[in-house]
């Protein structure tokens, strides 16, 4: 442990205060909503949320690029985010011209990737699930992305995700841990993904995790890894390897880069890494300083590598990143023990409850409240 991660682990233990009254507010706020004081809207429309317990780093916008990547060839897909650190307010929906700035970095990611997928975000659900359903009536399904804590909307379908190495059945709140919510609200979904798993888990981890959850009859807990693809140059699109020889400045700002730092240790020959906090907006001295680092990199074949949602908020600086080496890594999420046609069939089975029993009339404001 080094000197900075010492010095914050001190900080937070000293804020288990503060982690105890933060408690006892989120517990306050989901009484009154388990108890309809505080009131849910639920739409008569397939609705699914993607969410977690904890802050950041659990798999979110992979799991949503899973599900748009299984559904978009046979519905017409909206995702619904708030847009975390974009400079706007309100609702909007992502048009040709839309940039991270306006809408987020994880829409833009979602737009710049599927393009045939309606991108809205708003930050009160609520609100912006019936005006996007008005401007785009032919949408089939909604997926929310982040929106577990979002209690004024309860979504048809529920997935949780937990980090392996991470779950939040050993957590506690913020700041002293990393829980947003109550270990207890698991039983608000419909399934649980444990993410980032290694891919040698074994049949016996995996049980053992099932019976720390211990998931509520009906509620499937499922098991995902991360799998990488070739990196690709942000202006050019052309592809490299990683290889052995390779020197590799990482440039990162999300949440957990611990598999990402992982990955790249064992696929180059040396690396370097500039941190910056998850969701950071890139300026044009922090371009300077990486172009710096990067003159000052070991070897001679060597790169700037990149996360998908950095590349959205670095690509403002196309101008300047045209002749440098600036890679992204591509990544996706596959089920472990050979389970995703399970998983994928339940969330179809959802949407199939709403094919033929209603007409795309009720989306535009209609919607029953519990």
């Keep these: 442990m080094n000197f900075n991660a010492a010095w914050l682990r001190i900080l937070r233990l000293l804020l288990f205060p503060v982690a105890v009254i933060y408690g006892c507010i989120i517990k306050a706020r989901n009484y009154l909503y388990n108890r309809n004081i505080l009131k849910s809207d639920k739409f008569n429309f397939p609705v699914i949320c993607i969410g977690n317990l904890s802050v950041g780093g659990t798999g979110k916008s992979p799991m949503v690029e899973y599900l748009l990547r299984q559904l978009a060839g046979r519905y017409q897909v909206a995702t619904l985010s708030r847009g975390y650190k974009r400079k706007t307010k309100g609702y909007a929906i992502a048009g040709k011209k839309a940039t991270a700035i306006d809408i987020g970095d994880e829409p833009m990611q979602f737009h710049v990737k599927f393009p045939d997928v309606y991108v809205a975000v708003g930050e009160e659900r609520v609100i912006a699930i019936p005006q996007l359903l008005y401007d785009k009536p032919d949408t089939d399904v909604i997926i929310l992305d982040d929106a577990m804590q979002h209690r004024a909307v309860t979504a048809g379908l529920t997935i949780l995700l937990t980090d392996c190495s991470r779950l939040f ?160 890594l591509p990544m996706e999420i596959y089920f472990l023990f050979n389970e995703s046609q399970q998983f994928n069939q339940q969330v179809e089975m959802f949407i199939q409850e709403f094919k033929g029993n209603l007409n795309h009339n009720y989306g535009k404001k209609e919607y029953k409240k519990h």
């Design 169 to 328: 059945t050993r957590d506690i709140f913020l700041p002293t841990g990393n829980l947003r919510d109550e270990r207890r609200s698991y039983k608000r979904s419909d399934i649980i993904v444990v993410t980032k798993c290694n891919d040698q888990l074994s049949t016996e981890e995996k049980q053992k995790i099932i019976r720390e959850i211990k998931p509520l009859e009906g509620q499937h807990v499922f098991f995902t890894g991360i799998r990488y693809a070739q990196p690709y140059h942000i202006i050019s699109r052309l592809s490299k390897r990683l290889s052995e020889d390779l020197s590799v400045l990482l440039v990162c700002a999300i949440a957990n880069p611990t598999p990402l730092k992982t990955y790249i240790r064992q696929k180059t020959g040396h690396y370097e890494a500039l941190y910056y906090k998850d969701h950071y907006i890139f300026t044009i001295d922090d371009l300077k300083e990486i172009i710096r680092r990067f003159k000052n990199l070991e070897g001679e074949n060597k790169i700037i590598l990149i996360t998908e949602k950095d590349a959205v908020r670095l690509v403002k600086f196309s101008g300047e990143l045209h002749d440098l080496p600036v890679y992204v």
